[in-house]
C-alpha cells in the first residue's frame, strides 16, 4: 500500500506526526508513506526513515502572486506532477482547508477528520473518509488516532510514545573536548519569549560547569540577540544560518537542550534528547514538547496561560512577564538542570 501524507506545517505539528507514522509502519511493515509538505519544510519528514518521497507545496510562495498567470502555471504543474504518482489512500492529518484541498485533485480515497473534529470544519467535506476524534486530547494522541481509524488497525498504547526517528551524525566539526547544550531562545510569539536576564544567567551557569553553549537562530532579530549573549563568555558558540536537517544533527549530539515553546524544542524532544521545556504564555497539555526525556516547566500564575501574543500584565518599566517572574525563575530551571544531569557537585 502506498499513501501520502498531508502534514504541511508547521515544525512543531510535523514533528508531532511523527508517532503516527510509526505506529503506521509498525502496523503495516510494508506500507509507503510520501509526504505533502510546503517548501520550507522538507527537511523535516526526510528524517524519518520511514517516509519515502517528499513533495514540496509551494503554496506559500505562489499565493501572494495568484494575479500572475506564472503563478498559475506553476500550480497546474505542481497538481499534473502529483498526479503522476498512483495512492491506495490519501490521509490529510492538518485539518484545515488549505490541506484538505489537495486531496480533490488524487484519485485515491482519503481520510480526514470530520466537521466535529477538525479545526476547520470545512476541510471534511473533501474527505471520503470522515474520523470522529475527540478534542481534549494532546495533537499527538489525535493524530495518531486518526491514521488508526484510515488504516484499520488497533489503537496503540497512548502512553508509549515513539517518534521513529534514526541518530544523525554531528554537522559542525568539534571545537573542543567540551560537552556542549543547545538553548532553543527563539520563538514567534512575544509572550513565549523567556527573558533575556534569565537566559545569561543560564548560559553563566554553564560556563561555569564548563559546557559550551550552541544558539540557533532563524531571523536577524533572533542572530543579534544570540550575538548579545555570546558577549557574555567565550563559552557561547553563535550557530550559522542552518538548514532544519543540519539543526538536527547539532541536537542530536548535544548533552542538554532548553528551550522555550518552539519547534525545535520538540525536535530536541523527537530525538530522544534530555529536554527541559519552558512554559508560561502557552499551554502544554494540548500542543506541548511530549519525550520520554522531557521535563516541562510551567508558570502557574493566575493568568497563565494566557493564549496571548503579548503580555498584558507588565507593569511600569518591566520586560519581564510576572509569569516568569513569579513562577519560572532562571533558578527554577538551574535545579531542573541539576536533577536532569546531577551536575549540583560537578564543579572543580
Same mark, same amino acid.
Request: charged fraction near 20%; hydrophobic fraction near 45%; proline fraction near 7%.
Given at each position: 500500500?502506498?499513501?501520502?501524507?498531508?502534514?504541511?506545517?508547521?515544525?512543531?505539528?510535523?514533528?508531532?506526526?511523527?508517532?503516527?507514522?510509526?505506529?503506521?509502519?509498525?502496523?503495516?511493515?510494508?506500507?509507503?508513506?510520501?509526504?505533502?509538505?510546503?517548501?520550507?519544510?522538507?527537511? !523535516?519528514?526526510?528524517?524519518?526513515?520511514?517516509?519515502?518521497?517528499?513533495?514540496?507545496?509551494?503554496?506559500?510562495?505562489?499565493?501572494?502572486?495568484?494575479?500572475?498567470?506564472?503563478?498559475?502555471?506553476?500550480?497546474?504543474?505542481?497538481?499534473?506532477? !502529483?498526479?503522476?504518482?498512483?495512492?491506495?489512500?490519501?490521509?490529510?492529518?492538518?485539518?484545515?482547508?488549505?490541506?484538505?484541498?489537495?486531496?480533490?485533485?488524487?484519485?485515491?480515497?482519503?481520510?480526514?477528520?470530520?466537521?466535529?473534529?477538525?479545526?476547520?470544519?470545512?476541510?471534511?467535506?473533501?474527505?471520503?473518509?470522515?474520523?470522529?476524534?475527540?478534542?481534549?486530547?494532546?495533537?499527538?494522541?489525535?493524530?495518531?488516532?486518526?491514521?488508526?481509524?484510515?488504516?484499520?488497525?488497533?489503537?496503540?498504547?497512548?502512553?508509549?510514545?515513539?517518534?521513529?526517528?534514526?541518530?544523525?551524525?554531528?554537522?559542525?566539526?568539534?571545537?573542543?573536548?567540551?560537552?556542549?547544550?543547545?538553548?532553543?531562545?527563539?520563538?514567534?510569539?512575544?509572550?513565549?519569549?523567556?527573558?533575556?536576564?534569565?537566559?545569561?544567567?543560564?548560559?553563566?551557569?554553564?560556563?561555569?560547569?564548563?559546557?559550551?553553549?550552541?544558539?540557533?537562530?532563524?531571523?536577524?532579530?533572533?542572530?543579534?540577540?544570540?550575538?548579545?549573549?555570546?558577549?557574555?563568555?567565550?563559552?557561547?558558540?553563535?550557530?550559522?544560518?542552518?538548514?532544519?536537517?543540519?539543526?538536527?544533527?547539532?541536537?542530536?549530539?548535544?548533552?542538554?537542550?532548553?528551550?522555550?515553546?518552539?519547534? !525545535?524544542?520538540?525536535?530536541?524532544?523527537?530525538?530522544?534528547?534530555?529536554?527541559?521545556?519552558?512554559?508560561?504564555?502557552?499551554?502544554?497539555?494540548?500542543?506541548?514538547?511530549?519525550?520520554?526525556?522531557?521535563?516541562?516547566?510551567?508558570?502557574?500564575?493566575?493568568?497563565?496561560?494566557?493564549?496571548?501574543?503579548?503580555?498584558?500584565?507588565?507593569?511600569?518599566?518591566?520586560?519581564?512577564?510576572?509569569?516568569?517572574?513569579?513562577?519560572?525563575?532562571?533558578?527554577?530551571?538551574?535545579?531542573?538542570?541539576?536533577?536532569?544531569?546531577?551536575?549540583?557537585?560537578?564543579?572543580?
Amino acid at each position: 500500500m502506498r499513501i501520502l501524507l498531508i502534514k504541511t506545517s508547521s515544525l512543531g505539528d510535523i514533528i508531532h506526526t511523527f508517532p503516527a507514522v510509526y505506529d503506521a509502519v509498525v502496523a503495516h511493515p510494508s506500507i509507503q508513506i510520501d509526504w505533502l509538505v510546503e517548501e520550507g519544510f522538507t527537511d !523535516l519528514p526526510k528524517l524519518h526513515p520511514a517516509v519515502g518521497k517528499v513533495i514540496a507545496l509551494p503554496w506559500r510562495r505562489l499565493r501572494g502572486q495568484l494575479w500572475k498567470p506564472s503563478a498559475w502555471r506553476a500550480l497546474k504543474d505542481f497538481v499534473r506532477s !502529483l498526479q503522476e504518482t498512483h495512492y491506495d489512500l490519501v490521509i490529510d492529518a492538518q485539518g484545515l482547508l488549505k490541506s484538505a484541498v489537495w486531496t480533490y485533485f488524487i484519485d485515491a480515497p482519503s481520510w480526514g477528520l470530520d466537521s466535529q473534529s477538525a479545526r476547520e470544519p470545512i476541510a471534511s467535506r473533501f474527505y471520503t473518509h470522515k474520523a470522529a476524534v475527540p478534542w481534549g486530547q494532546h495533537a499527538i494522541t489525535r493524530v495518531r488516532q486518526l491514521f488508526a481509524q484510515a488504516l484499520n488497525y488497533p489503537l496503540p498504547d497512548m502512553q508509549q510514545v515513539n517518534y521513529g526517528l534514526i541518530p544523525k551524525i554531528r554537522a559542525l566539526p568539534e571545537q573542543d573536548a567540551l560537552p556542549y547544550w543547545v538553548f532553543a531562545h527563539a520563538t514567534t510569539w512575544e509572550s513565549k519569549h523567556w527573558p533575556e536576564p534569565y537566559w545569561q544567567t543560564l548560559i553563566l551557569f554553564a560556563a561555569q560547569h564548563k559546557r559550551r553553549i550552541y544558539l540557533p537562530w532563524s531571523s536577524d532579530q533572533e542572530r543579534m540577540r544570540a550575538e548579545r549573549f555570546a558577549r557574555l563568555t567565550h563559552h557561547v558558540v553563535v550557530l550559522p544560518e542552518m538548514t532544519l536537517s543540519s539543526i538536527a544533527r547539532v541536537l542530536t549530539d548535544a548533552e542538554l537542550i532548553v528551550g522555550v515553546d518552539t519547534g !525545535l524544542t520538540h525536535l530536541a524532544a523527537a530525538l530522544h534528547k534530555p529536554v527541559i521545556a519552558l512554559y508560561g504564555a502557552t499551554e502544554p497539555g494540548l500542543t506541548g514538547v511530549v519525550g520520554q526525556r522531557v521535563t516541562v516547566l510551567q508558570a502557574k500564575y493566575p493568568c497563565a496561560p494566557c493564549l496571548r501574543e503579548m503580555c498584558i500584565e507588565l507593569e511600569g518599566d518591566s520586560d519581564i512577564p510576572p509569569c516568569y517572574a513569579t513562577d519560572l525563575p532562571a533558578e527554577r530551571v538551574i535545579k531542573a538542570i541539576e536533577q536532569t544531569l546531577s551536575l549540583a557537585n560537578s564543579v572543580k
